[in-house]
């Protein structure tokens, strides 16, 4: 069975880091691309960061320069480093895996998803 789990989440003040993790329970090499995505309360899900099993990446324009998504096929496990934290990155933010090649950031590409992993940033 394909599942996903998140871990890392946290509660951090702003400016600070939180290296989020998503240990998949098949081969992470098997999925095109992963990703992760967010959504705050009353608003949509949207896509934070993705990467393809060639390590090609993707970030959203807002979260670019202060995070860093990456993978390691050897341990099943994506990864998303968070720096420079701000209230407004707090959500929850969901590992989600696609077999398409045109995973990217649009959330319906994806096929499985984890069960999500809270982030919550205070001033």
């Known amino acids: 069975q394909e599942q996903l789990v998140e871990s890392g989440g946290g509660s951090v003040q702003a400016g600070g880091s939180l290296r989020l993790s998503c240990v998949s329970s098949?081969?992470?090499?098997?999925?095109?691309?992963m990703a992760w995505f967010r959504q705050a309360p009353g608003k949509e899900r949207e896509g934070v960061a993705a990467?393809?099993?060639?390590?090609?990446?993707n970030y959203a324009e807002y979260l670019k320069g202060r995070a860093t998504i990456s993978r390691d096929d050897a341990k099943n496990t994506l990864y998303l480093q968070m720096n420079r934290l701000k209230r407004e990155d707090t959500a929850m933010y969901y590992c989600?895996?696609?077999?398409?090649?045109?995973?990217?950031?649009?959330?319906?590409?994806?096929?499985?998803w984890g069960q999500g992993t809270q982030v919550t940033v205070s001033s």
């Open positions: 989600a895996a696609a077999y398409r090649r045109d995973g990217g950031l649009v959330d319906g590409n994806y096929r499985v």
């Open positions: 098949v081969y992470t090499y098997n999925w095109y691309y």
């Open positions: 990467i393809n099993k060639y390590g090609t990446t």
